[in-house]
């Protein structure tokens, strides 16, 4: 598994986290994906900072909104990242 396959069906994995959770999903729909190495996620949310009123949700987002988030990617493509934020 490597970044660009992620980034191929990540759209699958917002999906099914829209699903479960909306407020999970809208602390997590904006992230760029960074990269992906010994099964670490780094997500990017600098670009929430990129408009004129802010749409950061790094304040909802929890450990529950980021198992969900884990468990949308396993659906998808059977593995558990650990999720880093930057």
């Known amino acids: 598994m490597d970044l660009a396959q992620i980034k ?3 759209n ?3 999906d099914l986290l829209l699903e ?3 407020i999970a ?3 997590f729909f904006d992230a760029r994906l ?3 190495e010994d099964n670490q996620l780094t997500l ?3 670009d929430s900072q990129k408009f004129a009123n802010s749409h950061d949700f790094k304040k909802t987002r929890n450990p ?3 198992q969900l988030l884990i468990s949308a990617i396993k659906t998808v493509f059977g593995i558990s990242p650990t999720i ?3």
Do not use: C, Q
Request: proline share 0%; hydrophobic share 40%; net charge negative.
């Open 25 to 27: 999903w809208l602390a």
């Open 64 to 66: 529950d909104h980021t």
């Open 12 to 14: 699958n994995v917002l």
């Open 44 to 46: 990017d949310f600098s």
């Open 34 to 36: 960074v990269s992906f």
């Open 8 to 10: 191929e069906r990540w």
């Open 84 to 86: 880093i934020e930057r």
């Open 20 to 22: 479960k959770d909306r």
